[in-house]
């Protein structure tokens, strides 16, 4: 072969691997595989477990104590109302009243003497509990209802750790029944029991609470009230009163 010839089939031969180089990187791309549908769910963010049992009676339970604590308050709420339209009632009755007749100068009550300087007069804060409850009780007798309320719960106010406390809200909550207002002797027994559990006249006021609620329509409150001075306090005058009382009939 000559010279030329061989040059000649070197470049056909060149030319050829050229070619077939540009073929093979004009060909496409082979696909890209896609995940397997394993590999794409645990890549998902794993799904919020279930409550369990214990964690929807542990928020039933929380949710019952918000209830109870609700129904606490709008009791308490009741009561406070009852309590203060009572006595603006009291105060408006008081106010409409005559005023007394004054004396003539240099005249004084029978049995009492000329009246002390005012300098010498001891202030309102030192009036004693027991002061408190006679003149309230007084009223009480004189069937001056109003002003026996606001004496004696003026010394429940000032006095509330007193021996007489008890017997004074007693007397307070027997005008209320009284005067027909059993709700608001309710509320004055209820808030007795709670300054003073455990005193010694619970079971006294245990057995009214059961005549007023009986006074309201609510024989339930009135029978529940009864079984608990019978259950803790037996041997009681009140607990003998109870048994009574559920053994009657409310009239009507």
Same mark, same amino acid.
């Given at each position: 072969?000559?010279?030329?010839?061989?040059?000649?089939?070197?470049?056909?031969?060149?030319?050829?691997?050229?070619?077939?180089?540009?073929?093979?990187?004009?060909?496409?791309?082979?696909?890209?595989?896609?995940? /397997?549908?394993? %590999?794409? $769910? @645990?890549?998902? &963010?794993? !799904? #919020?477990? +279930?409550?369990?049992?214990?964690?929807?009676?542990?928020?039933?339970?929380?949710?019952?104590?918000?209830?109870?604590?609700?129904?606490?308050?709008?009791?308490?709420?009741?009561?406070?109302?009852?309590?203060?339209?009572?006595?603006?009632? /009291?105060?408006? %009755?008081? $106010? @409409?009243?005559? &005023?007394? !007749? #004054?004396? +003539?100068?240099?005249?004084?009550?029978?049995?009492?003497?000329?009246?002390?300087?005012?300098?010498?007069?001891?202030?309102?804060?030192?009036?004693?509990?027991?002061?408190?409850?006679?003149?309230?009780?007084?009223?009480?007798?004189?069937?001056?209802?109003?002003?026996?309320?606001?004496?004696?719960?003026?010394?429940?106010?000032?006095?509330?750790?007193?021996?007489?406390?008890?017997?004074?809200?007693?007397?307070?909550?027997?005008?209320?029944?009284?005067?027909?207002?059993?709700?608001?002797?309710?509320?004055?027994?209820?808030?007795?029991?709670?300054?003073?559990?455990?005193?010694?006249?619970?079971?006294?006021?245990?057995?009214?609470?059961?005549?007023?609620?009986?006074?309201?329509?609510?024989?339930?409150?009135?029978?529940?009230?009864?079984?608990?001075?019978?259950?803790?306090?037996?041997?009681?005058?009140?607990?003998?009163?109870?048994?009574?009382?559920?053994?009657?009939?409310?009239?009507?």
């Amino acid at each position: 072969m000559t010279r030329v010839a061989r040059s000649t089939a070197l470049a056909l031969l060149a030319m050829l691997l050229g070619a077939g180089c540009a073929a093979q990187s004009a060909a496409p791309a082979p696909p890209t595989a896609t995940p /397997r549908a394993a %590999e794409v $769910e @645990r890549v998902r &963010p794993p !799904a #919020e477990p +279930p409550r369990t049992s214990e964690d929807t009676a542990r928020l039933l339970a929380e949710l019952a104590e918000l209830q109870n604590a609700v129904a606490r308050l709008i009791a308490e709420s009741r009561r406070q109302d009852d309590h203060l339209a009572g006595l603006e009632r /009291r105060l408006t %009755e008081l $106010e @409409r009243r005559p &005023p007394a !007749a #004054e004396l +003539p100068p240099g005249f004084a009550p029978s049995g009492v003497g000329a009246a002390a300087p005012s300098s010498a007069a001891p202030p309102a804060t030192m009036t004693t509990a027991a002061d408190l409850y006679a003149s309230g009780m007084a009223r009480f007798r004189d069937r001056d209802y109003d002003t026996a309320i606001i004496v004696l719960s003026e010394l429940v106010s000032n006095y509330p750790r007193h021996p007489m406390r008890e017997s004074a809200q007693l007397t307070v909550a027997d005008i209320y029944h009284t005067q027909g207002n059993y709700r608001g002797a309710v509320a004055e027994l209820e808030r007795l029991l709670e300054a003073v559990p455990g005193g010694a006249k619970t079971a006294e006021t245990w057995l009214k609470i059961g005549l007023s609620r009986r006074g309201l329509g609510d024989e339930e409150g009135a029978r529940q009230a009864w079984e608990r001075v019978i259950t803790d306090h037996a041997r009681t005058d009140a607990a003998r009163q109870a048994r009574e009382l559920l053994r009657t009939r409310p009239k009507g």
